[in-house]
């Protein structure tokens, strides 16, 4: 039985498990050389031939058609995209990428596909541990390389090329694929690692809010892989083991107000992040920083009940001082209007009810598929309130898109008696799922939608970049972890908790007096 603190490892497969990647570019460059000659011989101009940077930039852990299309568009050449039917012969970018493929099948017709031992190695300790393996890849030809080269079976989830076509999966940069091999795991991304070697395929990792990216730099490209949200970056992983990934997983925040924890003994001795040494004295910011606030246990202190938590005329002005230098929003597991009365300062964005209510200025979103299972939750509440209302004190929290089953004032003798009654209400239902909190459990949709995603959605609104701007999300509970995930190594994700623990966050400040106290040293 797997008793460590992670339970699935995610791999990409070329450049990682398997040494495809050379061949891949061998084909690409070949593809693309003959068609810019052969354009040139049409059309005149100057011949540049394809690049390895154009591969590492350009092309590299992108769906083959779309690898086309950047190339392409950095040259200022613009053709029909065409259809994947396109014979290879066809000049559409659909057409181009069937030639790469052509060539690509060729020669591992001829050669049988090399790998990396070391990964090898990893993956079956990993395996007799049981830690769930699984394979994500852009590339259509995964399954082909997998059964050529002989460890198919070491994977226990696929999800590929063909696989995202079948589902309508959105391509690296973003999550999908990783989050889908980590539901067909039946395992979550705050439990799970991704190990990438492509720049795109880090930021997958990051956006997908796993809770480590591992990046490999088999093209010396370790800026780049940390750039783009690598915790740590090896050049193979024969210095990664399943001890070094456990103490990971266990790595406490350093206070960020305070002495030092002593994490930098902590950790292995690899290649970090700046964002894992960085010292409070990096305050204020090298960056423009936009700051996202949790509201329960952050603006206000934990309290017996949630319409006991109100925002003091001291900390409210604060957060107003705060927003009108810096970009702000308000990010709560409350309903929107709730939080959005509470705070009471116009001109902030306000996420509810875990970043399913999004409403700033000018703009708005409901999330689509949580709007589906309305019904659902209200039913839910329904019986809730029936099959706990005996217990005293306990208190069903409605929050529209999901719940709150508040036990903070529940004599302990009658906790135990909670779950159970959850559990029983929530058996065999999919599209709903719990998460437990500060003596709180949250029944909320089972979808891929979080305050992580929140955050970025946000961003786009503003047309913020991470490159930029320097995001600070601070939040006290399990749920801000999606966020901190999602930030960490591109920003500063702080926790609030009165001592350190085990988390995705840098840092940590004690309560919200040391959160008020962090905001008058930035606004002095």
Not at 338 to 366: M, Q
Request: contains cysteine; proline residues 5%; glycine residues 8%.
């Amino acid at each position: 039985m797997n008793t460590l603190p992670f339970k699935s490892v995610i791999f990409d497969l070329d450049g990682v498990v398997t040494q495809t990647a050379l061949v891949h570019s061998r084909a690409w460059k070949e593809m693309f050389d003959g068609y810019l000659r052969a354009r040139q011989g049409r059309d005149g101009g100057d011949f540049r031939e394809f690049t390895d940077q154009d591969y590492l930039t350009y092309v590299d852990g992108k769906p083959r058609y779309e690898g086309v299309k950047s190339f392409l568009e950095s040259r200022d050449i613009h053709i029909p995209y065409g259809a994947p039917k396109d014979p290879p012969d066809k000049e559409t970018v659909c057409g181009l990428g069937n030639k790469k493929n052509d060539t690509f099948r060729q020669v591992l017709s001829r050669e049988k596909p090399k790998m990396y031992p070391t990964t090898v190695e990893l993956i079956k300790k990993l395996k007799e541990q049981g830690i769930k393996i699984g394979v994500a890849s852009s590339s259509k030809n995964c399954q082909f390389i997998l059964q050529a080269a002989g460890i198919e079976e070491l994977f226990e989830a696929r999800v590929d090329g063909v696989v995202s076509v079948e589902l309508g999966l959105k391509g690296k940069p973003e999550g999908d694929i990783f989050v889908r091999a980590a539901a067909h795991l039946e395992t979550l991304p705050a439990e799970s690692v991704v190990v990438e070697d492509a720049e795109s395929g880090i930021a997958a990792g990051r956006n997908g809010g796993f809770r480590l990216v591992i990046g490999i730099a088999r093209n010396n490209n370790q800026k780049e892989l940390l750039e783009n949200g690598a915790d740590v970056v090896v050049d193979d992983l024969g210095g990664i083991d399943i001890e070094w990934i456990k103490k990971w997983f266990m790595r406490p925040a350093r206070p960020l107000l305070g002495s030092s924890t002593g994490l930098d003994q902590e950790i292995p001795d690899v290649t970090v992040h700046p964002a894992h040494l960085r010292s409070p004295k990096g305050f204020p910011f090298g960056k423009e920083p936009v700051f996202f606030l949790d509201y329960d246990g952050t603006l206000t202190p934990i309290v017996e009940r949630p319409e006991l938590a109100v925002l003091t005329e001291e900390m409210r002005g604060i957060v107003k001082r705060l927003s009108q230098k810096y970009q702000t929003a308000i990010v709560s597991g409350r309903m929107r209007e709730d939080v959005e009365k509470l705070v009471a300062i116009d001109g902030l964005f306000y996420a509810g009810s875990h970043g399913f209510d999004i409403k700033g200025p000018d703009v708005s979103l409901i999330e689509p598929q949580a709007e589906k299972t309305l019904a659902l939750v209200a039913e839910v509440i329904k019986k809730l309130k029936k099959e706990l209302g005996s217990i005293e004190k306990l208190l069903v929290e409605e929050k529209k898109f999901s719940v709150a089953v508040h036990y903070r004032c529940v004599d302990p003798k009658d906790h135990a008696k909670i779950k159970p009654v959850i559990d029983n209400i929530l058996a065999g239902e999919i599209r709903l799922r719990v998460m437990e909190g500060k003596m709180v459990y949250e029944i909320l949709p089972a979808i891929d939608w979080n305050k992580g995603k929140a955050i970025r959605w946000i961003m786009n609104a503003l047309g913020l970049s991470w490159n930029t701007s320097q995001v600070v999300y601070i939040g006290d509970d399990v749920t801000d972890e999606d966020a901190f995930r999602v930030v960490a190594t591109r920003g500063v994700p702080i926790l609030v908790h009165e001592e350190a623990r085990p988390t995705a966050a840098d840092f940590y400040l004690k309560d919200p007096g040391q959160v008020q106290k962090f905001f008058e040293t930035l606004l002095t």
